[in-house]
């Protein structure tokens, strides 16, 4: 059972707990004048409902908080790093449920998205949007092709990680320029060969995506494509970074 299906359930007792005492349990006890301590289940109920409540309408509709536990997005993420995830940036979406209610945007080329693991939905993946729907992708010598060009690509240097990053020391970094002028930095082990990827169409309502840290990352190369209907949100900023202890030197970094 998912935490947010908890969250609902939980918040849903408390709430029909707290109604029915004001309406019903309430009036009984005023109109018997009871002096009696309202039921402890009630107390809690009362006094927790507001807090559920709140929790419930942040995490749904607005941002949600979620922790990154691997490197398949290094260099723009890093293990440890907590991120901060727009929930209504492709829409306001019913809890559990996951349907679309107020349409508000499509993704775009480049867009950092938490989406449910298509193999898996009770599983919280992040990777980047690399193919819109209609698209057709090919991934051929590390270069990624869209629509038949190949998406421009520019050495930077040699990444030099910290902590756990310190796993891709020596890996190449290289800036990408998506069609759309958003650009982004990958990581390409040159030690470790990489998997190409014949042309392949994204089917309407589905989105192809690819990590920063190309060849360790699990993705759409692997297993597919991405239904819209499993998107969770846009990822935009870090809020705290913690691996083997606080590190504030990632705090309050825009995720780009």
Not at 21 to 32: E, G, I, N, S, T
Not at 208 to 234: E, I, Q, T, Y
Request: charged share 20%.
């Amino acid at each position: 059972m998912s935490f947010e299906l908890i969250l609902v359930i939980i918040t849903a007792i408390t709430g029909v707990i707290t109604y029915v005492d004001r309406v019903v349990w309430r009036p009984k006890r005023q109109a018997a004048m009871m002096s009696v301590k309202e039921p402890i289940l009630v107390e809690y109920a009362r006094s927790l409902f507001p807090v559920f409540l709140v929790v419930l309408v942040l995490r749904s509709f607005i941002i949600e908080p979620f922790r990154i536990p691997s490197g398949s997005m290094y260099p723009t993420l890093q293990i440890g790093d907590f991120i901060a995830v727009n929930k209504f940036a492709y829409g306001v979406k019913l809890p559990v449920l996951q349907t679309t209610i107020i349409p508000v945007s499509e993704p775009e080329r480049g867009d950092v998205v938490v989406f449910k693991y298509p193999n898996d939905p009770a599983v919280d993946y992040i990777k980047r949007v690399v193919g819109l729907p209609g698209d057709k992708i090919t991934y051929v010598g590390r270069t990624i092709f869209i629509n038949g060009n190949p998406v421009k690509s520019e050495f930077i240097g040699k990444y030099h990680g910290t902590e756990s990053g310190s796993i891709m020391d020596g890996a190449s970094v290289v800036k990408e320029t998506f069609p759309n002028g958003t650009t982004h930095k990958v990581l390409l082990d040159m030690d470790k060969s990489s998997l190409d990827l014949d042309t392949v169409v994204v089917p309407e309502g589905h989105y192809f995506m690819m990590g920063d840290n190309r060849d360790h990352s699990n993705d759409s190369r692997f297993w597919g494509f991405v239904p819209a209907k499993n998107l969770k949100g846009k990822a935009f900023g870090i809020w705290m970074h913690w691996d083997n202890g606080l590190q504030l030197n990632r705090l309050g970094q825009e995720i780009k």
